[in-house]
């Protein structure tokens, strides 16, 4: 069984609606991650938590809420979709202790588009 | 402010040859210095990294990095490409001081050609 895993795979919902997507973990990680992935642009974190009480804006939050229901789980919510946030969604997850050389984990990618 | 490089968005090279791809990042402490993979509909992977110590890094599947202080690099090789080594490849730096977050540039295609 993964590591990470994402639910769904594949998402398509129309402007306005809410949606979210899930991530679990069995890695026992404390660190969990939101990036989205558009062409061109790499990896874009939008939400970071590093542990279940603890959670931090990254880049480009706005549009995006979190919930990190348990040291497991961190959820993505889009609260009302708009196009331009179709893209591939990753969440990662990493230890914590050694200060920023952590290797991330990274889940299959949720693929979302938003008419 | 930290920030990656990658220099071309796409590289194509014959099966055999040897595969440069390159990074420059910018960062006002010491790096912590990041080569990850990604297959089709895969999540990334980490092929190496490189935290202190030696400067040449050794990862998976043959690909080695150099970290180049004075020239602000960490270019990723392989001798001989494989057709497997088709992905999409990202380079990603962290310190100690940034929140511990990590910057990933915008990766960089290679193709191997038969």
């Known amino acids: 069984d993964a590591d990470v895993t994402q639910t769904p795979r594949n998402r398509i919902t129309k402007t306005g609606k809410r949606i979210m997507l899930e991530c679990s973990q069995t890695?026992?990680?404390?660190?969990m991650y939101w990036y989205r992935q558009d062409p061109g642009l790499g990896l874009q974190l939008i939400y970071y938590?590093?542990?279940?009480?603890?959670?931090n804006k990254g880049e480009i939050s706005d549009g995006y809420s979190v919930s990190r229901q348990a040291q497991a789980k961190f959820s993505l919510s889009l609260e009302s979709a708009i196009p331009n946030q179709t893209a591939l969604y990753f969440c990662?997850?990493?230890?914590?202790?050694?200060?920023?050389?952590?290797?991330?984990?990274f889940g299959p990618g949720t693929r979302l588009l938003v008419l | 402010a930290q920030s990656v490089t990658q220099l071309g968005s796409h590289v194509s090279v014959s099966e055999g040859a040897l595969v440069l791809l390159r990074c420059n990042y910018s960062?006002?402490?010491?790096?912590?210095l990041f080569w990850y993979v990604q297959y089709p509909n895969q999540g990334l992977q980490l092929l190496l990294k490189?935290?202190?110590?030696?400067?040449l890094v050794k990862g998976i599947n043959g690909f080695e990095a150099e970290f180049k202080k004075s020239e602000t690099s960490f270019h990723l090789t392989k001798p001989s490409a494989h057709m497997s080594d088709a992905a999409e490849y990202f380079c990603?730096?962290?310190?100690?001081?940034?929140?511990?977050?990590?910057?990933f540039g915008a990766g960089t295609r290679l193709f191997v050609k038969a």
């Open positions: 938590s590093f542990d279940v009480k603890d959670i």
């Open positions: 990603a730096v962290s310190d100690a001081t940034g929140g511990f977050k990590t910057i």
């Open positions: 990662a997850t990493s230890n914590s202790g050694t200060g920023g050389q952590e290797t991330q984990y």
């Open positions: 960062s006002s402490v010491p790096p912590y």
């Open positions: 490189y935290t202190t110590g030696a400067t």
């Open positions: 890695k026992g990680h404390d660190r």
